[in-house]
């Protein structure tokens, strides 16, 4: 009898879509690999190395090996610059259309479509758009990569750093009361690469509660908190000496219950996840329903055995 070889669509491509692809094409499965921007590798791609005098393990140059071989990867076929235009189910599997008009049919469909940072204009309080030296941790990756980060602290060797956490998380009036589970790790890593390139520095992260789970971020909060300031309280709004652009956050110290400030040279915005900003056609496409918040993590999210959610989509 001959054998059949299932056909695969991942939608994304991402480090989800791009893991899924290349262990089910070495399965001798194929895989179509649909990905809405140029190249592979999502999110990720826009990782800066976070090595210091040794390697810090971030896997940056993991998603940039990864799209390297789904370009080479055979039984791969992989459409950059391209979104799903319609899934129309048939028989026992999916026909679907390229925006592209490209078409093909598939047994099972992969839902890979990421998220998107979220943006902290809308939190008006801590101006992120309206003061220069106000930026977010994927604004901080993208200098960190291109080496232009000097030019936030006019050459000083001690620039004072802030960051503050779950921005764009945790948060029920904007209708994202969830931990997004990275973005301490993130401004974890940030912090400790910044001591390294600027072993005068003084840096200071504003927290509600850390999330310090997994075997390599314990070690590096243990070492962390010796060189940096650990302050438990968001602070509510940032201020700007329209004059010198420093930056001064007014918070509680816990121990006196007083208001006391701080001034910094740039405060780094830790925020959260968003879903894709195109998840909402891709759910309609699939006929499937994400939860309240957006993703796809809840039982009745996917109707079809069929159709499989992977990475932060889930």
């Known amino acids: 009898m001959e054998k059949t070889v299932p056909n695969i669509l991942i939608i994304g491509g991402g480090v989800a879509g791009m893991a899924a692809a290349i262990a089910l094409a070495d399965k001798d499965v194929v895989v179509y690999l649909v990905e809405k921007e140029n190249t592979p590798g999502g999110q990720a791609a826009r990782w800066a190395c976070m090595a210091t005098d040794t390697c810090e393990?971030?896997?940056?140059?993991?998603?940039?090996?990864?799209?390297?071989?789904?370009?080479?990867?055979?039984?791969?076929?992989?459409?950059?610059?391209?979104m799903?235009?319609?899934?129309?189910?048939?028989?026992?599997g999916y026909e679907v259309i390229l925006d592209n008009m490209g078409s093909f049919f598939v047994e099972k469909i992969?839902?890979?479509?990421?998220?998107?940072?979220?943006d902290p204009v809308q939190t008006t309080s801590l101006h992120y758009g309206d003061y220069k030296n106000v930026i977010t941790t994927a604004q901080l990756n993208t200098l960190l990569k291109q080496e232009t980060l000097s030019g936030y602290f006019n050459q000083k060797p001690d620039p004072k750093i802030a960051f503050i956490q779950c921005v764009?998380?945790?948060?029920?009036?904007?209708?994202?009361?969830?931990?997004?589970q990275v973005c301490c790790k993130i401004s974890m890593r940030h912090a400790h690469k910044l001591t390294h390139l600027y072993p005068e520095c003084d840096i200071t992260l504003f927290y509600m509660d850390?999330?310090?789970?997994?075997?390599?971020?314990r070690p590096l909060f243990k070492k962390l908190s010796k060189n940096i300031q650990l302050v438990q309280g968001v602070p509510a709004e940032i201020l700007e000496d329209h004059q010198t652009n420093m930056l001064t956050i007014v918070a509680e110290d816990?121990?006196?219950?007083?208001?006391?400030?701080?001034?910094?040279?740039?405060?780094?915005?830790s925020v959260g996840m968003l879903?894709?900003?195109?998840?909402?056609?891709?759910?309609?496409?699939?006929?499937?329903?994400?939860?309240?918040?957006?993703?796809?993590?809840?039982?009745?999210?996917?109707?079809?055995?069929?159709?499989?959610?992977?990475?932060?989509?889930?």
């Open 110 to 118: 992969i839902t890979a479509t990421g998220f998107s940072p979220f």
């Open 168 to 180: 764009g998380s945790r948060n029920r009036e904007q209708g994202r009361d969830y931990c997004s």
């Open 254 to 269: 816990k121990e006196t219950l007083s208001r006391v400030s701080k001034t910094f040279d740039l405060i780094v915005l």
């Open 57 to 82: 393990n971030c896997g940056s140059c993991l998603s940039i090996e990864m799209a390297n071989q789904v370009q080479k990867q055979e039984n791969l076929i992989l459409h950059l610059n391209t």
């Open 210 to 217: 850390l999330q310090i789970i997994g075997k390599e971020i």
């Open 275 to 314: 879903p894709s900003q195109t998840l909402e056609t891709t759910a309609g496409i699939l006929d499937v329903k994400p939860n309240s918040w957006g993703f796809f993590n809840t039982d009745e999210a996917v109707l079809s055995k069929d159709i499989v959610i992977a990475g932060c989509a889930h």
């Open 84 to 92: 799903v235009k319609t899934v129309n189910k048939k028989n026992k």
